[in-house]
């Protein structure tokens, strides 16, 4: 936690998803999404399960969320995203509820 009564965007997420069901996140870290990486690795309630790609990590979400009723992956900015789309619209055209996070570069790198 950032203070006592503060709590970042990460972690707020991840407390809406443990309260969800899910307690596992699949994914591979990358430049834009390693500060949320660290906060589930500090994270007493979700698990990191790294996968080869990010379409292994859409499709395991996927079959974890057909199970347990939610899933969750994170991936990278851009290439990561488009690794992983097709198991999200595969998961999204059967409603099956996955939880897609990335990350993405500083507002300063747009100037």
């Known amino acids: 936690m950032v203070g ?5 965007v990460g972690e707020y997420l991840l407390e809406r998803l ?3 069901g899910c307690h ?8 834009f999404v390693l500060g ?5 690795e500090h994270s007493t309630k979700i698990n990191y399960i790294g996968t080869c790609n990010e379409l292994n990590a859409a499709y395991a979400a996927d079959a974890y969320a057909r199970i347990k ?3 969750a992956l994170s991936t990278t ?3 990561g995203e488009l690794s992983a789309i097709n198991g999200v619209a595969g998961s999204f055209a059967e ?3 996955v939880v897609k996070i990335t990350g993405c570069p500083a507002r300063q790198y747009y100037q």
Request: glycine fraction near 14%.
């Open 4 to 8: 006592s009564d503060q709590i970042t």
């Open 18 to 20: 443990h309260d969800a």
């Open 24 to 31: 596992d996140i699949f994914g591979v870290p990358g430049d």
């Open 36 to 40: 949320f990486f660290n906060q589930i």
């Open 69 to 71: 009723g939610i899933g």
């Open 77 to 79: 900015y851009n290439v």
């Open 95 to 97: 409603n099956v509820p």
